[in-house]
């Protein structure tokens, strides 16, 4: 589930009808692993939108418009991207300051504390 995830969560595609399908889980057992983190939809979100951030703060989109960097990470749209940002962080992903070309681009996501427990339970 880890591979399929991490390999597919950038698209906007992605759906939980697809993780069922492609990964033999009923709704009600992805359900119950997802429902600790609020669900589907906001572990997709929090995890893109932790990834912009990351983007963002190394510099790494200093290239790209926010609505490049949404699209590239899987947001139907920027203002849906701006949004969720703002639920996960308190503050605009223009307010993010970047802090110069360091990282890579894709960090791995399962280092974030929220996938790690995530995982866990």
């Known amino acids: 589930m880890v591979d399929y995830i991490s390999d597919n969560i950038y698209s906007s595609e992605f759906s939980l009808e697809n ?14 692993i997802l ?18 951030y990351r983007i963002i703060r190394l510099g790494l989109g200093d290239n790209f418009s926010l609505n490049r960097i949404a699209v590239d990470l899987g947001f139907k749209s920027e203002s849906t991207f701006r949004r969720v940002f703002r639920e ?28 790690s427990a995530w995982y866990a339970a």
Do not use: Q, W
């Open 19 to 32: 993780i069922i399908n492609d990964l033999g889980l009923s709704k009600h057992e992805l359900s119950l």
């Open 35 to 52: 429902k600790p983190f609020g669900g589907f939809k906001c572990c997709v979100n929090r995890l893109r939108a932790e990834e912009a």
């Open 88 to 115: 996960v962080f308190g503050y605009a992903p223009s307010e993010v300051k970047p802090l110069g070309r360091t990282g890579s681009c894709r960090v791995d996501m399962f280092r974030s504390p929220f996938v």
